[in-house]
């Protein structure tokens, strides 16, 4: 099986810090059909091998839904991809299953809360203690967390207050071609566009998590 999306998206990184362009890490999702395959870590491995990435570059996504359907498969898969030094996140948290004891069985190392819980941040209680829920179960399991789909400051200023380390969406980016990120890349170098401030958390940019945003291929 060709992981077509996923080899691009290696490769494309490779170029950009070849170039000189040091985006940190490019994120892909992968999908059930994906994941199914009894050999999908040694294809991940190749891939890193063939395009030359190293492997704490890439993050892998997963939906929770994927991650349970295939349980067995999960338990075996996670841990050989992350011992390549690949991260693991846990993409659309909040909106598959209910029971929460998976993630201290999976290696995660990051948790993307959903963005339907974002949309109703700043209007409806529950998806805001939703967002405040995740964020500090987070912190207690030492993962990092990231806000999908912040479109407004009203949003950011939330996540902020609340400790989450990172953000994407409209308001730090739409969806860009490679040419299109590597002109915007240079152009906020040096601007920080998030700042997590927290009792919790060192203040950190998003200018990496807006490449893992806007490199990660489609389909």
Same mark, same amino acid.
């Given at each position: 099986m060709r992981l077509v999306p996923l080899t691009e998206a290696c490769r494309q990184l490779s170029l950009w810090r070849s170039a000189g362009n040091h985006v940190n890490n490019v994120a892909v999702n992968v999908s059930a059909l994906q994941f199914s395959v009894g050999n999908f870590a040694q294809l991940v491995e190749r891939t890193l091998?063939?395009?030359?990435?190293?492997?704490?570059?890439?993050?892998?996504e997963l939906t929770e839904t994927v991650l349970m359907q295939h349980i067995e498969n999960s338990m075996k898969t996670l841990p050989a991809i992350r011992a390549y030094g690949v991260s693991l996140a846990i993409d659309d948290f909040g909106t598959g299953y209910s029971?929460?004891?998976?993630?201290?069985? +999976?290696?995660?190392?990051?948790?993307k809360i959903d963005k339907s819980f974002i949309? &109703? =941040?700043?209007? @409806?209680?529950?998806?805001?203690?939703?967002?405040?829920?995740?964020?500090?179960? *987070?912190?207690?399991?030492?993962?990092? =967390? =990231?806000?999908?789909?912040?479109e407004n400051e009203s949003q950011l200023s939330y996540l902020r207050a609340n400790?989450? @380390?990172?953000?994407?969406?409209y308001l730090l980016s739409r969806?860009?071609?490679?040419?299109? +990120?590597?002109?915007? +890349?240079?152009?906020?170098?040096n601007r920080p566009l998030f700042v997590a401030e927290s009792d919790h958390s060192e203040p950190r940019t998003?200018?990496? &998590? *807006?490449?893992?945003?806007?490199?990660?291929?489609?389909?």
């Open positions: 091998e063939k395009t030359g990435l190293p492997p704490a570059c890439l993050e892998l029971s929460l004891g998976y993630l201290k069985q +999976f290696p995660i190392d990051t948790l949309d &109703e =941040v700043e209007t @409806d209680a529950g998806s805001a203690e939703i967002c405040s829920s995740i964020i500090r179960m *987070a912190r207690s399991l030492s993962l990092k =967390v =990231v806000a999908e789909g912040v400790g989450c @380390d990172l953000a994407q969406g969806p860009l071609a490679a040419k299109d +990120f590597s002109r915007l +890349f240079r152009t906020n170098l998003t200018v990496p &998590e *807006a490449a893992r945003l806007s490199s990660q291929p489609t389909g």
